[in-house]
């Protein structure tokens, strides 16, 4: 039911978040670092707020105050364009509400389920760069976490599934809707809650599993500050240094660039959910490996850029 409800409250939703967003001119422009070719509203993360909301109300409720604070920071941000320190601020104390609400035990988890919001709410908001893309592979790790973990966390995936595929109807290439700000730190947070979870309560197998369910945000953003620390460029400026930029660049089509990221995580997805099912020691294992052999091999790819050269 959290996946139906979540679809079509976001399927119905996001229009009218579209339409809102227009009548007070919360719009994204065309510029260098943006590819598309006219204004496009951006309160999209609003209809998947509200959609996830519905969805989880009833089972886990504590769960909205993270994810209702990581909406309002990024609408904030989408209207006013806050400091990146105030920001970080913020981000840190709603790692630390996340922590309480799982609930994390001791100081290590408490870091631990932290620093999870800081950089998935971050990684997300860096990989929503073209129509359909950050709303896709949220949708598969969505799919992916519930059927990895169990419980209210797999009531959150399943939402969190619904709520990207209804907000993708709008989204998909060409976009009539973004998500924004709100919607990305709102994804993000949620990948961090679920993240945490499996790592927090979850079985070895399962906390194995999950750190590749999240491993396309992940790893492109770490892409994107190597490549950017490698041309002696700030961490804090835009650029085009992402994976999908960079596949466009080399010939790719914006939607082929969007597929072959979105099939990535699922092809993750797939891994996680089959190591999900094996024994402690040999989940552990297999999942180092596959973040070794794929990690390095991503790098070897898509950070061949010597520090003279230009980072567009």
């Not at 670092?33 to 707020?49: D, R």
């Not at 939607?255 to 099939?263: H, L, N, S």
Request: glycine share 10%; proline share 4%.
């Amino acid at each position: 039911m959290a996946l139906i409800v979540a679809l079509v409250a976001a399927t119905v939703l996001t229009p009218v978040a579209a339409v809102l967003a227009r009548r007070v001119h919360l719009v994204d422009n065309p510029g260098p670092l943006k590819v598309h070719e006219s204004s496009v509203p951006y309160l999209g993360g609003a209809a998947v707020m509200v959609a996830v909301a519905l969805a989880i109300g009833r089972d886990r409720p504590s769960l909205l105050i993270p994810l209702a604070c990581a909406f309002a920071l990024g609408l904030l941000d989408d209207v006013a364009g806050l400091r990146p320190i105030l920001r970080l601020v913020v981000e840190l104390a709603i790692g630390v509400s996340a922590a309480f609400v799982l609930p994390a035990d001791g100081v290590g988890a408490f870091a631990l389920v932290t620093a999870a919001v800081v950089l998935l709410l971050n990684a997300v908001n860096l990989l929503d760069g073209l129509d359909g893309l950050a709303g896709g592979v949220c949708a598969v790790s969505g799919i992916g976490f519930a059927v990895v973990l169990s419980g209210p966390a797999s009531t959150l995936a399943l939402a969190v599934a619904g709520a990207c595929a209804g907000f993708l109807v709008w989204n998909r290439p060409p976009a009539r809707i973004y998500l924004g700000d709100s919607g990305s730190y709102l994804l993000g947070t949620a990948l961090a809650l679920l993240l945490a979870r499996a790592l927090l309560h979850g079985a070895a197998s399962e906390a194995s599993a999950a750190l590749l369910l999240v491993g396309v945000p992940v790893g492109d953003t770490a892409i994107a500050i190597l490549r950017r620390v490698r041309a002696r460029r700030s961490l804090f400026g835009g650029d085009r240094s992402h994976v999908y930029d960079q596949l466009v660049d080399r010939g790719y089509s914006r939607g082929w660039a969007v597929v072959t990221c979105v099939a990535a995580q699922a092809i993750l997805a797939l891994g996680a959910i089959a190591i999900s099912s094996l024994s402690a020691a040999l989940a552990v294992a297999v999942s180092v490996s596959v973040v070794l052999v794929v990690g390095t091999s991503a790098v070897a790819v898509f950070v061949g850029l010597a520090p003279t050269d230009e980072v567009r």
